[in-house]
């Protein structure tokens, strides 16, 4: 396993760098990390050359190292290349996965403007479509848009993000941050706190709850990015007390704290690419969890869960839509519960990692077979 260095997370490897690389064992994996650190904050030139250096570096790994297949996941787009040298200088089975539709998603967010840059990345996502032997899509519009560029159906598998049962569906302890008390109702929302995740949907809710005097609803935002900062600047100008900031914690930690809250917030952007093209994690996290999900954008999530009748689905930029499911979830603990008891079924019908876990290797396994 190949990485770099993330602000919020451990390899396992404590030993120093030498020469900007560290290898170790960790738990029968040989894993190297990169000295190439990345957080959700820095801006999009360190995050760009940070990909670039880290594409560079696992080129000389994947064409000298001993090994069966190459499996490179997105995002970024550029961790494809190695698996590309790999394919045609080393005769490689390569499996590419794919999290996210680039450049579709920052050309729809309007991150990336230059034409000889969204050119260029078009190139490459084609060239890595082409090179995989294989490819694997989280959600149903990532499959078709893999299928779009020219990709026969059969090499595409869909393998959405799984849930963690082991993690979130066992009892543990519940912990409350301060400014909770015992009878309040808390939507939480664990993730980046960047431009993609439209937090300020987040804060425009706080802001309607608070001028109708619901002080007993709270909303937890738990994680960084690089909006974070601004976001916790309005909620102090505009007094919203209601919305509550913690650090990024582990999904130990996270557990206790869904233990805690009532139901989980499934935000993103008005972004249309969005609707189809992501498979966020932390709405699996929520529904193995047993939390109902409020989601606030059209898409395959929310006919999921209106299908499954789980959570509510309210629609992009309308802030009392979004109080006013807070406001039912509040009133109607009984139902509130069933949701979440219909999220679980949810989970460990459709999600559960194990049984999606079992999928990946067959599909892998496949791949490498001559």
Request: glycine letters at 10%.
């Amino acid at each position: 396993m190949v990485c770099g260095s993330y602000s919020a997370g451990k390899t396992g490897l404590s030993q120093r760098f030498n020469k900007g690389v560290r290898r170790g064992v960790v738990d029968g994996i040989d894993v190297v990390e990169l000295d190439l650190n990345y957080s959700n904050s820095d801006g999009l030139l360190k995050r760009t050359w940070t990909f670039l250096k880290f594409a560079v570096r696992s080129i000389g790994l994947a064409l000298t190292e001993k090994y069966d297949l190459v499996f490179a996941t997105t995002t970024p787009l550029t961790a494809g290349i190695p698996g590309i040298f790999a394919r045609w200088l080393r005769s490689k089975p390569f499996v590419f996965e794919v999290r996210d539709l680039w450049p579709e998603l920052p050309k729809a967010m309007g991150v990336v403007h230059n034409p000889l840059v969204l050119c260029a990345l078009g190139a490459l996502e084609w060239l890595s479509y082409h090179s995989a032997h294989r490819l694997i899509g989280l959600s149903p519009g990532i499959v078709e848009g893999i299928c779009n560029r020219g990709i026969d159906p059969q090499r595409v598998t869909a393998i959405p993000n799984g849930c963690d049962l082991n993690i979130f569906s066992v009892p543990v302890e519940p912990w409350s941050p301060p400014g909770i008390a015992p009878h309040d109702l808390v939507a939480i929302f664990a993730g980046t706190h960047g431009q993609a995740n439209g937090l300020d949907a987040v804060l425009d809710a706080a802001a309607e709850l608070k001028a109708r005097g619901h002080q007993e609803i709270k909303l937890l935002l738990i994680g960084n990015g690089k909006l974070k900062a601004g976001l916790v600047s309005r909620a102090r100008q505009e007094g919203l007390y209601n919305v509550i900031f913690l650090d990024p914690v582990n999904k130990a930690r996270l557990a206790q704290l869904m233990a805690r809250s009532d139901l989980g917030l499934q935000v993103l952007a008005d972004v249309p690419a969005f609707y189809y093209g992501t498979s966020p994690n932390k709405f699996f996290d929520y529904i193995a969890a047993s939390k109902p999900v409020l989601n606030n954008y059209p898409g395959w999530l929310a006919e999921l869960i209106e299908a499954n009748q789980c959570g509510f689905v309210v629609p992009p930029g309308n802030a009392k839509a979004f109080a006013d499911a807070l406001e039912s979830a509040a009133t109607n603990p009984a139902s509130l519960k069933a949701m979440g008891e219909r999220s679980l079924a949810l989970a460990r019908a459709e999600f559960d990692r194990r049984e999606l876990g079992e999928r990946w290797v067959d599909w892998i396994e496949g791949t490498a077979k001559p």
